[in-house]
C-alpha cells in the first residue's frame, strides 16, 4: 500500500514537490527503433522543470519513458474539462465531504494494461487529502476480465470526481497496448517487429507510443524533427526519390533517413544512396521478399500498407524488420476497465 499526500490548501500539488529531468520531450526515447539516439541518454544535460506529483509517482513515470511534468500537465486538462469551471455537482449533492471510500480498477474483459501510473497522476491531482494506492498490476501485464488492477482509498468526492478522466486515459492507452499485444504475438518467432506511426491523438502522443512499448511493439519516431521520412509528396516536390534523400543527407547529415518506395527500381536507387531504412509502400508478402533480396542487409525494411493480422506472419517470414501499423494508434478500441466503490478498508 502507497500513501500519497496532498496539500489541503493546494489541492492535488503533493508536499515535496521534485525536480525532475524531462524525458519525454524530443527524441524517440526507449523502444524507438528509428536508430537516433535518446535525446536524454548519457549527455550529461537536462531541462528541469518543477513537478508537482509525488516524488515517488514522478520517478515510476520517469522511470517508464514519459515526462511526469507532462501526465501531470494532461491530468489537469483532463479534470478541468470534466469539471468545466465548476464542481462534480452529482457527488457534492449526495456524497458527505469527509465520506472516504475504496475503489477498484477492473478490468471487464481480457486485454494488456497500461497507462497505471497516469490514473494515479489523476488521483493526484484531484484529491485534496492524502489517499492510499495498492498496485496488482504493472503496466504491460495481460490482464482477465474481473482482475483488479489498482485500488485506491481516499475521500469518496475526489474519487468519483477523479473516476472518469483516470479511466478516459487508462481505458485508451490499455486498448492500444492490447491492441499491440496481438501483433506482437502473430509476429512471434520471427525477427519482425510491429510498430507505430505518428497517426496519434493530438496532445497524447507520447502516451500513445508508451502504450505501444507496453503492448510489446515498437516506436517509430516520435516527431518531425528526430528522424527524416522521404514520402511520395516530398519525391515529387524534389524531382525524384534519390534527389530528396540526397536532399535531406545533405541538410541534415546526422538525422536518420527513411525513404518510401513503391516500386522495386526506387528501392535500388535509394539503397544505393545509402538510405537507412526503407518503407516497403503496398509491397506484396512477394514483392517484400524480393526486396529482401535486394538490400542483403544494407539497411532496414518495412512493410506499409495492406498489413492485417492474417497477413502478419506472411510479411514477417519475408524477413522485413519493422510491421508499420497506423491503426495501433488511430483506431484501437478501448479496452473496458471500471471502477467498482465499496466502503473504506
Not at 8 to 16: E, H, L
Not at 211 to 238: E, I, P, Q
Amino acid at each position: 500500500m502507497t500513501d500519497v499526500s496532498a496539500t489541503p490548501d493546494t489541492p492535488g500539488i503533493p508536499a515535496g514537490a521534485s525536480e525532475l529531468p524531462l524525458a519525454g520531450s524530443g527524441g524517440c526515447g526507449a523502444g524507438c527503433a528509428c536508430g537516433a539516439d535518446d535525446a536524454h541518454g548519457e549527455q550529461g544535460e537536462h531541462e528541469y522543470a518543477e513537478c508537482g506529483l509525488d516524488p515517488a509517482l514522478a520517478q515510476l513515470l520517469t522511470d517508464a519513458g514519459l515526462d511526469p511534468v507532462e501526465v501531470e500537465d494532461l491530468a489537469h486538462l483532463a479534470v478541468m474539462e470534466d469539471l468545466d469551471g465548476g464542481v462534480d455537482v452529482t457527488t457534492v449533492a449526495t456524497i458527505p465531504e469527509d465520506d472516504r471510500a475504496t475503489g477498484d480498477f477492473t478490468a471487464r474483459e481480457d486485454g494488456v494494461v497500461a497507462g497505471l501510473r497516469v490514473a494515479e497522476a489523476v488521483l493526484s491531482v484531484v484529491c485534496t487529502d492524502e489517499f492510499e494506492v495498492e498496485r496488482h498490476v504493472e503496466d504491460g501485464d495481460r490482464v482477465s476480465a474481473g482482475q483488479k488492477l489498482l485500488t485506491v482509498t481516499t475521500r469518496t468526492r475526489d474519487l468519483l470526481t477523479a473516476e472518469r478522466s483516470a479511466l478516459n486515459l487508462l481505458c485508451r492507452l490499455s486498448g492500444i497496448a492490447s491492441a499491440t499485444r496481438a501483433w506482437a504475438d502473430a509476429l512471434e518467432g520471427t525477427k519482425t517487429r510491429v510498430r507505430d506511426t505518428r497517426k496519434t491523438t493530438p496532445g497524447l502522443r507520447s502516451l500513445e507510443k508508451f502504450a505501444v512499448r507496453c503492448g510489446g511493439g515498437v516506436n517509430h519516431r516520435m516527431s518531425l524533427s528526430d528522424a527524416a521520412l522521404v514520402k511520395d509528396n516530398h519525391v515529387v516536390a524534389a524531382g525524384g526519390v534519390a534527389q530528396a534523400f540526397r536532399a535531406v543527407r545533405e541538410t541534415f547529415p546526422e538525422v536518420p533517413i527513411e525513404v518510401e518506395v513503391d516500386t522495386l527500381h526506387q528501392l535500388r536507387e535509394v539503397v544505393d544512396a545509402g538510405a537507412d531504412l526503407i518503407l516497403l509502400d503496398n509491397f506484396t508478402p512477394e514483392e517484400c521478399a524480393e526486396a529482401v533480396g535486394i538490400v542483403r542487409g544494407r539497411a532496414l525494411l518495412e512493410a506499409s500498407g495492406r498489413l492485417t493480422l492474417g497477413n502478419a506472419k506472411a510479411y514477417a517470414e519475408t524477413g522485413v524488420d519493422f510491421l508499420a501499423v497506423g491503426a495501433l494508434t488511430h483506431s484501437s478500441p478501448i479496452l473496458d476497465i471500471g471502477l467498482d466503490l465499496r466502503a473504506a478498508e
